[in-house]
């Protein structure tokens, strides 16, 4: 993952899509979309180096990997809602992009219920 | 030049190109097929455009303990 490069890609792609807008703006909106797919490629490699990183201190400190697996599952779905929102909104679809928000606030409800039970069940015992 | 910068310079080629065929074909009358023309020119991109996305989807379930 170079720096460099991704800023080379967006770079490119700002400008091919403006090229774009104009005549037609599906075309524009399908650049920025691939540019943006680009770049996630090139981010997810790296990602995947901090989070083996991360699955070593938590067996070092021999915590359960259910929490760390459920973190690493409500970190991908925010990656992955954040920018297909974000594309739908630049392409003026802003209701869309709101709707694909809802649906990862309730993934990540969803896959954070297990934790939550687990955190009452600890208060609850030590209540006397 | 990477193979993405080249797709990334192909779907920029491929969307032009249709965008010039359209105005042509408008101006010269034939609005049906110029609509022909962009849908081709829309489908070839996303063909193109999939293929990453395929990738990526696997690419980020892998990672991310998704599946």
Do not use: C
């Not at chain 1, 090139?42 to 201190?57: D, E, H, N, Y």
Request: proline share 3%; charged share 10%; net charge negative.
């Amino acid at each position: 993952m170079h720096i460099v490069q991704i800023i080379g890609i967006g770079m490119t792609a700002t400008v091919l899509a403006t090229l774009l807008r104009q005549q037609m703006p599906s075309f524009a909106t399908l650049v920025s979309l691939f540019a943006g797919v680009l770049i996630l490629l090139l981010l997810v490699r790296s990602i995947s180096t901090a989070l083996g990183t991360f699955q070593q201190l938590t067996a070092a400190a021999n915590m359960s990997p259910m929490f760390l697996q459920t973190l690493i599952r409500i970190l991908g779905i925010a990656y992955v809602v954040e920018f297909a929102a974000d594309v739908a909104r630049d392409a003026g679809e802003t209701a869309l992009g709101g709707r694909i928000e809802l649906a990862g606030k309730i993934g990540i409800v969803l896959l954070a219920l297990p934790i939550f039970k687990d955190v009452l069940d600890v208060i609850v015992h030590m209540i006397p | 030049m990477s193979p993405e910068i080249r797709d990334l310079f192909r779907i920029f080629a491929v969307g032009f190109v249709a965008a010039i065929f359209h105005t042509v074909l408008k101006q010269s009358g034939k609005e049906d097929f110029a609509h022909w023309a962009t849908l081709l020119g829309l489908v070839a991109v996303f063909a193109i455009v999939i293929g990453y996305v395929d990738h990526l989807y696997h690419e980020i379930t892998s990672v991310f303990l998704l599946q």
